[in-house]
């Protein structure tokens, strides 16, 4: 797996204000995880899904006219219908053309206590989904984090996360490009978590073939997520097992 330094202008990941802050509370500048289910009950596994920017940040602009919020809150709606059908517990940070401040975000995933965290955008640039995780150095994860670099204790999971995800996407033939940069709120969170980005979809000669808010092309792709998702959390059930 390559990974490269991703740095954009405009609305991309790393240049959007509002990106979903998952998994921690603020407190006094710090990211508070929360403690585990006790070991006697049954395994939850919840996913929050992030559809980006809403309300008076529209994010960018579609090469068809749409607004990259809209896009992304559609691609949200079809993504959470795909999980829950397969019996995933999920949490949307907004179902609505509202807009978001960073922590309101952080507290719908701090108590949803989520084992995925997914911020869905959506751009013009390059083509097939590009995957960002935090560039922040690993650390080890602590019951309190520094709110700005709480992802620091959980980005070798993200990166996991991450490569389940580009290993389902590549053998669907989806063009997948990979990066690590920081992003703001991103590296807030205290939970695996990774940035997807829709791109449009290109043929041989880069031609555009479908736009990141085509129903179709968003419906494949989250079909494809769905499928990663699920192993994501037979490897999440694995990982609990061995631990005492």
């Not at 990166?159 to 590549?170: D, M, Q, R, W, Y």
Request: hydrophobic content about 45%.
């Amino acid at each position: 797996m390559h990974w490269t330094r991703w740095g954009a202008a405009g609305h991309g990941p790393a240049a959007a204000a509002i990106l979903l802050v998952a998994g921690a509370s603020v407190s006094a500048g710090f990211a508070q995880q929360a403690p585990p289910a006790p070991a006697a009950q049954p395994a939850r596994f919840v996913v929050v899904i992030d559809a980006a920017h809403g309300g008076d940040d529209t994010g960018g602009h579609l090469n068809d006219g749409q607004l990259e919020k809209t896009a992304n809150l559609a691609f949200s709606v079809r993504l959470r219908s795909l999980l829950s059908a397969r019996g995933i517990q999920v949490v949307t940070t907004r179902e609505a053309d509202q807009s978001l401040v960073p922590d309101q975000r952080a507290e719908v995933a701090d108590h949803a206590r989520a084992q995925a965290c997914i911020s869905l955008h959506a751009a013009e640039t390059g083509s097939g989904v590009h995957l960002f995780v935090s560039s922040l150095a690993p650390s080890s994860a602590a019951r309190f984090m520094p709110w700005k670099t709480a992802q620091s204790g959980w980005v070798t999971r993200s990166l996991g996360l991450a490569g389940v995800l580009n290993s389902a996407l590549t053998h669907a033939g989806t063009t997948v490009t990979l990066g690590r940069t920081a992003l703001p709120g991103i590296d807030s969170m205290a939970c695996p978590a990774v940035v997807i980005e829709l791109a449009p979809e290109r043929d041989a000669d880069k031609k555009t073939i479908s736009e990141p808010d085509d129903a179709k092309y968003q419906a494949t792709i989250a079909a494809t997520l769905a499928g990663a998702i699920l192993e994501w959390r037979a490897d999440e059930g694995r990982t609990a097992a061995r631990q005492p």
